[in-house]
């Protein structure tokens, strides 16, 4: 059995982040009290996931426990539930919002107003406890409130650095995140109709009653079609992923790292487990929804590509490059086994870790070219900025697909989950056409930051990284290696979490 | 006689459109002359030129850009998409469980238990303010998050950027306020701006503030006993403040009423309802004995935490309310 | 299947109006309607809540005392379902800070473009970017001359 303490921390991760963000506004401005304070509320989060994976392991045979929230038992409160899964996905959020956040700091200094800086660690806060319950809840219509919050924070961080193109870009975002959030909401109000729950255990025992004796099939299927497209559009599945660039890459550098490294990542997990712990794999199968998620999962992969190739701005071809991994994700899912499921997970852990350092070192090195952002004026600034370029040719490596970095492993648990699968020569043509698409586009960038400028405009020198910088980028490159070379415990949790969701 | 009903009608024609006062020495022109057929002023001429201009501009910076073929084949998916969604939800509601049928899936054990057990269990006599606050009181934290989300998103969006700018202005060019004032950008977007010395409204607004006020408490107050609650109290409360700020002036709400104590009511109150309902949680979920009394159904003092959270709660949408009003017609709180 | 509709007429009713809401939140280019298209597509959802909330000769669940003071009726055939009465509240103030953040954005587009429409605000910025593009390639020739 585990411990009272381990217990008790789902819920007290969210209710930190939570009066986190509620206690910044009363507190003084000066000396970067609030950004110190997220970024020790979120280092406390990370450290509390941890314990909390190591007490689930440890554990005995009971895996997974549900979190009655208040003093009513399952189908007539709130619940929270934590398992395997659940432990590891918020340890990596919180360590990869960390690194983004202290990663990005100067830049973040130079791109929001100092009478925003408040507001903006308020939303940061906001953002990490709707994160961390999406990852949690186990009430369906508990996680459509938090989608809200999240959306909301989302695009706010988006328009926080002032510039005409970000309110644009966050409009563009909200409209699609409203149209998504509103089809979401629409299919909970069906499902409540037809099973008169709202939790997930009690809609999945509902469900299959329904399915196994053939009656609302039709409202299910449509339920089902209309979350799945809703959460599709906030997680920017390819057709409905033009809003992301924009978003992604005007905004500032610590928002990018967070937007493309987990906010996507928080509605995809939600539909894995609506996937799994409310409909059933079983009844995902029978009403067709795995290979319409395949099929878009694999043009997902080849667009996203094909979009990143004809950028010329650094931010906006890596924001292309994030469709084309959620489209790997989305084939995970699509293969609708738990083995493709669980390589979905590790490759959502595996993005959100390898994303924000992509933006972090883009943000490095077009601060080394004097704030420009197209490809062709980063030329030698690997030279100007030793750690932002390691950054970049490790990303740029890892999401290749390279052997030894991160992106090999997900890749590599992705071909061996279709391995026993009738779709396999698909998946493998695509996995082969993407990686040598994803290849095309970030050799070129990582030849151009190598080669030498000789014209390089010698009266301009960049500030040196600071050691903030360097000690992120060290703890991201870190984490980078040890997804590449030591994936497989990490797989086989992952895999046992998938077991007991 | 006739210039005073011209100006009387004058004065009541810019009480209706909204304009504010004239100055008192004011040269009427004379109207101008209708317009005749076939003629047209160069003014207008100009303005027609400038427009086809930029709509000539737009259409090749379109036709430059692919975007004609863009924007027909999105507004063809969209059309497409919207068709398929209604035909498929039409057919979908025609299977769905018969309306106001007892026998529906969603009347089922959870509903007899809120019902039969609630007054018992959350001491509250409104059932559904015993659900939201009690029974699945994490959903309602979450709501009034997002409020909280939407207000400081929105204060970060109007309030602080238009003060900074003024503020740089202010430290660029001195105390040149007329200057200042142009340049803020705010005057084109502020769209109408009342008469603030209006005698009707002023009358109507002493006479019927306390009574909004009063019936804003009420319903916030009697939230566990009567339908209402925080959310529609806060509203009605939130109205008296609009109602105040139109009749007697922004100032004279600003006087007790500005950003900082917006933002210290909204996080105390929503400190509050965190902190208590966090307990509560706590404590039910490790079966700990909650000490909060439950009281007797239909007490003024009955419902455990709800009467003080939907106090909390018509805090928080009350300011918000206002604040959302204030910031939008005058850009500061 | 008409007839069916007919005895569901609320929620097709409700269904309907979210399909215009819909529609208007894609199609229109004005962002203001755009918002009102939003507003319609959740007043629909609440039509839609309100009528899974109705059962047929129940009363609001609000408790009745009952013939002895300080006794209430619990019966549960006499009370109406309050769980959709709470997801409708939920869903209105959501909606309510949603509307909000989309105006404020809005109001900040129109003051940066002077336009309502997200394509209007696009080409300007082009128009914009081509500008300072240009003004920069000067600015190096020059300095290269």
């Known amino acids: 059995m585990i411990d009272s303490f381990a217990f008790n921390i789902p819920f007290i991760s969210i209710f930190m982040a939570m009066i986190a963000a509620i206690i910044t506004p009363l507190l003084p401005k000066r000396n970067r009290i609030p950004e110190k304070l997220s970024c020790w509320v979120i280092f406390i989060i990370g450290m509390l996931s941890a314990y909390l994976l190591y007490a689930l392991t440890n554990s005995g045979q009971s895996l997974s426990f549900n979190f009655k929230m208040g003093h009513f038992p399952a189908p007539y409160g709130n619940e929270l539930r934590a398992g395997p899964l659940e432990a590891v996905l918020s340890l990596f959020f919180s360590f990869s919002m960390l690194l983004s956040l202290t990663g990005n700091f100067s830049s973040t200094e130079e791109d929001i107003a100092p009478n925003r800086r408040q507001i903006f660690c308020v939303l940061i806060n906001l953002l990490m406890a709707s994160l961390l319950a999406l990852t949690y809840t186990n009430d369906i219509f508990t996680a459509y409130v938090f989608i809200e919050i999240n959306t909301i924070a989302a695009c706010s961080i988006v328009a926080v650095k002032e510039s005409p193109e970000t309110a644009r870009a966050a409009l563009r975002y909200l409209v699609m995140s409203l149209v998504g959030s509103g089809l979401v909401l629409i299919a909970i109000c069906l499902l409540y109709d037809l099973t008169g729950h709202l939790l997930m255990q009690n809609m999945h025992t509902a469900i299959q009653a329904l399915v196994a004796t053939k009656s609302y099939i039709m409202p299910l299927t449509v339920s089902l079609a209309l979350i799945t497209t809703g959460l599709a559009v906030k997680s920017a599945l390819y057709p409905f992923a033009f809003w992301l660039p924009d978003a992604h890459g005007s905004s500032t550098n610590t928002s990018s790292a967070i937007l493309s490294g987990l906010v996507l990542k928080g509605h995809i997990f939600l539909l894995i487990k609506i996937f799994y712990r409310v409909f059933g794999l079983d009844v995902i199968h029978i009403l067709r929804m795995d290979t319409v998620i395949f099929i878009l999962g694999l043009l997902a992969m080849i667009m996203g590509s094909v979009h990143a190739l004809r950028q010329t701005n650094v931010k906006r071809m890596i924001a292309w490059s994030s469709v084309a991994q959620v489209g790997y994700i989305f084939l995970g899912v699509g293969l609708n086994t738990p083995a493709g499921i669980a390589a979905a997970c590790l490759h959502i852990i595996v993005h959100a870790c390898v994303k924000p350092m992509l933006f972090t070192a883009a943000g490095g090195l077009s601060n080394a070219a004097g704030h420009k952002k197209g490809l062709h004026a980063l030329m030698g600034t690997f030279y100007s900025n030793v750690w932002a370029g390691l950054g970049l040719i490790t990303g740029a490596f890892s999401m290749m697909g390279i052997p030894a970095f991160a992106g090999f492993a997900s890749k590599l648990s992705l071909t061996m989950a279709s391995f026993d699968h009738p779709v396999i020569v698909w998946s493998l043509a695509a996995l082969a056409a993407s990686s040598v698409l994803n290849a095309l586009y970030y050799v070129p960038a990582v030849i151009v930051i190598l080669t030498h400028n000789k014209n390089m405009n010698n009266n301009f020198s960049a500030p040196p990284p600071t050691r903030l910088y360097k000690i992120s980028m060290t703890c991201f490159l870190a984490m980078n290696f040890y997804l590449g070379l030591f994936c497989m415990p990490l797989l086989r949790l992952i895999t046992r979490g998938v077991n007991v969701l | ?333 | 299947m008409l007839e069916k509709l007919i005895l569901n007429h609320y929620e097709a009713a409700a269904v309907i109006l979210s399909g215009i809401g819909l529609t208007n939140l894609l199609l229109q280019r004005n962002l203001i309607k755009k918002i009102i298209g939003l507003n319609i597509m959740d007043t629909a959802v609440y039509l839609f809540l309100a009528a899974k909330g109705y059962v047929a000769g129940r009363a609001a669940p609000i408790l009745i005392e009952g013939e002895k003071a300080g006794e209430w009726i619990t019966n549960s055939a006499v009370y109406a379902n309050p769980v959709p009465a709470g997801l409708v509240l939920t869903g209105i103030v959501v909606s309510v800070s949603v509307t909000a953040f989309a105006l404020a954005l809005t109001l900040k587009l129109y003051e940066s473009y002077g336009t309502l429409n997200i394509d209007e605000a696009l080409m300007k910025m082009t128009l914009q970017q081509e500008e300072l593009e240009a003004k920069i390639e000067a600015q190096e020739e020059e300095l290269i001359s």
């Open chain 2, 1 to 333: 006689m006739n210039e005073e009903i011209k100006a009387i009608w004058r004065s009541f024609y810019d009480w209706v459109v909204g304009n504010g006062p004239r100055p008192e020495n004011e040269v009427i022109p004379d109207e101008p002359p209708p317009d005749l057929p076939f003629t047209r002023k160069p003014k207008d001429k100009f303005s027609r030129f400038h427009e086809a201009t930029l709509k000539e501009r737009y259409n090749q910076w379109m036709e430059i850009h692919g975007l004609h073929m863009f924007s027909a084949l999105y507004s063809g998916i969209s059309v497409l998409t919207c068709i398929v969604i209604v035909s498929l939800l039409l057919a979908t509601v025609a299977e769905l469980p018969p309306f106001g049928d007892e026998r529906n899936p969603a009347n089922n054990e959870v509903i007899r238990r809120y019902v039969e057990r609630g007054g018992k269990e959350t001491g509250a006599q409104n059932i559904v303010a015993g659900l939201i606050l009690d029974y699945r009181a994490f959903d309602t934290f979450g709501e009034s998050a997002v409020l909280f989300t939407a207000a400081v998103s929105v204060l970060m969006l109007l309030g602080a950027s238009r003060r900074n700018n003024a503020d740089d202005e202010q430290a660029m060019k001195g105390n040149d306020s007329g200057k200042n004032f142009m340049q803020r950008g705010p005057p084109s977007v502020r769209l109408h701006t009342f008469r603030r010395d209006d005698a009707i409204l002023r009358g109507v607004a002493s006479l019927s503030m306390p009574v909004i006020m009063m019936m804003g408490c009420v319903v916030v107050i009697n939230g566990h006993l009567s339908p209402g609650g925080g959310f529609s109290g806060g509203a009605i409360l939130s109205t008296a403040l609009i109602l105040c700020a139109n009749a007697y002036g922004f100032e004279r709400v600003h006087s007790f009423f500005n950003e900082r104590t917006f933002i210290t009511t909204s996080s105390t109150a929503l400190m509050i309802y965190a902190l208590s309902k966090g307990y509560s949680f706590f404590t039910g979920a490790n079966d700990i004995h909650s000490v909060i009394p439950k009281g007797t159904i239909g007490n003024i003092l009955s419902g455990g935490l709800i009467l003080p959270l939907n106090i909390c709660v018509g805090l928080i949408v009350a300011g918000t309310l206002y604040g959302f009003y204030a910031l939008f017609s005058e850009g500061e709180i």
